[in-house]
């Protein structure tokens, strides 16, 4: 028969070495003490400062505002006044930095560098300008169809539908043409009337599958109205794919503003614009490649620089990316 005895000393021997006099028994049933419950927007906030695609990206855009808003402060050239004389086609002088001669001139004598400069302000503008309201419309229909579903669902429904089977610049520029004084808000309206399709159908995904949350489902059998668990309980918690698309598509409808003003159906005569540059210096490539090179290279660092911030955002708002 087994030794009874050795076999209880085993045991406490056992259970001394397990619990010891500095783990008291209620700390251990307590368990870790709770810290402060953090946010999606929290933990989205983290993660964009670890990314070194969000910083790059940041950095880049607070410079490009900077220029948009303050041109006064990188050149003091006119951007319209030009001498052909003595500045046709002038070279680039790299001696020179941030002074009029620094990209070279164009084939009217103006400056290169103060009109990439001074075009910044109605690329990102027009870029800015209906990105926001793109999202605010379409934010709107896509929350009423996907909380209120039935009739309004189906009618906004449909009409996406309509506006998607239109070509986006064909359809721009269709509506443009009809205006003789294309100015910035002419332009923004337009677009914005052709895009709002896009954040409508990601918003109304995001509202069909939040509205059926625990939160929310509580929320309303606690008697709140449709007002306070639309913009309260829904909004916050379906804002984060539409934030993603916004940004992504913001450095799209600066593309579609240099494409229009490109084709010379864009900004107006005297609105200074990067499409309109890249038009104007189609004629001198071969030989004068700069014209292009400078108005094209910052619209290419524009776009890239809001479609990173954009891939950013997802990887941080999107928990399966990390």
Sequence with gaps: MPDLTKTTAASESTDEQTVTPDAPV????AGPAPGKPRSLWNDAWRELRRNPLFVISAFLIVILLVVAAFPGLFTDANPD??????????KPELTHFFQADW???????????????????????VGVGVTILVTLFGGLCGMLAGYFGGFWDSLISRLTDVFFGI???????VVLNAFTDRTVWVVMGALAFLGWTQIARVMRG???TTKHADYVVAARALGAGTKRILFRHILPNALAP???????????????????SYLGLGLGDGAISWGGDISDATQDIRNNPHTLFFPAGMLSITVLAFIMMGDAVREALDPKLR
């Design 242 to 260: 539409v934030i993603v698309v916004a940004t992504i598509s913001l450095g799209t409808y600066i593309v579609a503003e240099s494409t229009l």
């Design 103 to 125: 990209f070279g001139y164009d084939r009217v004598g103006r400056s290169i560098y103060s009109r990439v400069v001074h075009g910044a302000r109605n690329s990102i503008l």
């Design 26 to 29: 209620d700390a251990i049933a």
């Design 206 to 208: 995001a509202v069909i």
């Design 81 to 90: 006044s030009g001498d052909q004389v003595n500045h046709f086609l002038g």
């Design 167 to 173: 070509p986006f610049l064909l359809g721009a520029m």
